[in-house]
T-cell receptor, first 113, second 114 residues
Framework: AQKVTQAQTEISVVEKEDVTLDCVYE???????LFWYKQPPSGELVFLIR??????QNEISGRYSWNFQKSTSSFNFTITASQVVDSAVYFC??????????FGAGTTVTVRA | DTEVTQTPKHLVMGMTNKKSLKCEQH?????MYWYKQKAKKPPELMFV???????INESVPSRFSPECPNSSLLNLHLHALQPEDSALYLC?????????????FGPGTRLTVL
């Protein structure tokens, strides 16, 4: 069975603060993919990153960075110098070798000006 | 271009109405999905189409009827819905029906059933 846990329900920060979103997953598969999606108030799920289980390199994209640690089954996401436009719900998701995405419950990030 | 479009953006319908949601993608993707998302919850998979054929139905009630007229279009026909069916309905597509391919989502249709 696949399971994704996002323990933080809501995070509120002031603009320019860094924010880290935790994601812990469970799977028995040796090959799997991890994703992060952003859902702003408009509703669309915006794809941010995909990482396969064999690639443990951390990744940085602008103000976004991801830390994948297979040893702790975690795939954490950091927003550096947060902006108001980063306010959204962020979902971590796991996909084993089939079509199905298992989503975490989501973390609501509110960035205050 | 990673765009999936959905119409309408908002829909209000009565329990006796028949309506349809539409989804379109022009990325050449061969897998398309319908998800239902209730407020403050993650999306829940409803249907998967692969190469225009229904491959997965996640035990969805028959009042929801999907249709894939061609590889770019996906419809969701609604009939005799209940108020608890009010939700955001998201369409997604991916290159193929495997975990190696990222699912790209549309903006969703916010459905209210009165």
């Amino acid at each position: 069975a696949q399971k994704v846990t996002q323990a933080q329900t809501e995070i509120s920060v002031v603009e320019k603060e860094d924010v880290t979103l935790d994601c812990v997953y469970e799977t028995r598969d040796t090959t799997y993919y991890l994703f992060w999606y952003k859902q702003p108030p408009s509703g669309e799920l915006v794809f941010l990153i995909r990482r396969n289980s064999f690639d443990e390199q951390n990744e940085i994209s602008g103000r976004y960075s991801w830390n994948f640690q297979k040893s702790t089954s975690s795939f954490n996401f950091t927003i550096t110098a947060s902006q108001v436009v980063d306010s959204a719900v962020y979902f971590c998701a796991l996909s084993p070798n089939d079509y199905k995405l298992s989503f975490g419950a989501g973390t609501t990030v509110t960035v205050r000006a | 271009d990673t765009e999936v479009t959905q119409t309408p953006k908002h829909l209000v319908m009565g329990m006796t109405n028949k309506k349809s949601l539409k989804c379109e993608q022009h990325m050449g993707h061969r897998a398309m999905y319908w998800y239902k998302q209730k407020a403050k919850k993650p999306p829940e998979l409803m249907f998967v189409y692969s190469y225009e054929k229904l491959s997965i139905n996640e035990s969805v009630p028959s009042r929801f009827s999907p249709e894939c007229p061609n590889s770019s279009l996906l419809n969701l026909h609604l009939h005799a819905l209940q108020p608890e069916d009010s939700a955001l309905y998201l369409c997604a597509s991916s290159q193929a029906e495997t975990s190696t391919d990222t699912q790209y989502f549309g903006p969703g249709t916010r459905l209210t059933v009165l």
